[in-house]
T-cell receptor, first 114, second 114 residues
Framework: GAGVSQSPSNKVTEKGKDVELRCDPISGHTALYWYRQRLGQGLEFLIYFQGNSAPDKSGLPSDRFSAERTGESVSTLTIQRTQQEDSAVYLC????????????FGQGTRLTVV | GNSVTQMEGPVTLSEEAFLTINCTYTATGYPSLFWYVQYPGEGLQLLLKATKADDKGSNKGFEATYRKETTSFHLEKGSVQVSDSAVYFCALSARGSNDYKLSFGAGTTVTVRA
């Protein structure tokens, strides 16, 4: 595709349910990032994939959060037993090689936990 | 670890005013520095970048110079327009360390009034 695609664009879920967010990066981009943006706040790093290297999971806030990436393709971010504080926009970005190459962002998934 | 501190907003200006948004950083390795912008209703996009000391990034009338001696990357524009209203994020990634991920500042909301 032409850009980074995220789905769904909006998700409303009940507290305690699991949710899965999807990111389709730009073809050929080896680096993929997930960030969380709470209302009116900055970008909080969650996880970073770079090629076949072990992902940098240092930003995942708890063991309820996990992410996978299939090769250099699709990534899914899973949040188990959602809590109200998980409500935020979840942003995915990809770049050619990571580091100082430009990161292209998707439109995000707005998650609301009720 | 790597971190970015940027001027808190919100910032409100009149058209044709001069804009400065301060950004300072802490990093190991050899950081590359970025400014990303988020226009209302749109995704984040790269505004400009600089990959080594004394480099100047520029785009759309905005400029920022990589100052290693002051660990700063302040964003400036000499004459803002209403269309510059957006949230601006300073970011870095650091080669030469294990921390290649993009680290973002908290963002600065800029509103330009006609």
């Amino acid at each position: 595709g032409a850009g980074v695609s995220q789905s769904p664009s909006n998700k409303v879920t009940e507290k305690g349910k699991d949710v899965e967010l999807r990111c389709d990066p730009i073809s050929g981009h080896t680096a993929l990032y997930w960030y969380r943006q709470r209302l009116g706040q900055g970008l909080e790093f969650l996880i970073y994939f770079q090629g076949n290297s072990a992902p940098d999971k240092s930003g995942l806030p708890s063991d309820r959060f996990s992410a996978e990436r299939t090769g250099e393709s699709v990534s899914t971010l899973t949040i188990q037993r959602t809590q109200q504080e998980d409500s935020a926009v979840y942003l995915c970005a990809s770049s050619v090689t990571g580091g100082d190459t430009e990161a292209f962002f998707g439109q995000g998934t707005r998650l609301t936990v009720v | 670890g790597n971190s970015v501190t940027q001027m808190e907003g919100p910032v409100t200006l009149s058209e044709e005013a001069f804009l400065t948004i301060n950004c300072t950083y802490t990093a190991t390795g050899y950081p590359s520095l970025f400014w990303y912008v988020q226009y209302p209703g749109e995704g984040l996009q790269l505004l400009l970048k600089a990959t080594k000391a004394d480099d100047k990034g520029s785009n759309k009338g905005f400029e920022a110079t990589y100052r290693k001696e002051t660990t700063s990357f302040h964003l400036e524009k000499g004459s803002v327009q209403v269309s510059d209203s957006a949230v601006y994020f300073c970011a870095l990634s650091a080669r030469g360390s294990n921390d290649y991920k993009l680290s973002f500042g908290a963002g600065t909301t800029v509103t330009v009034r006609a």
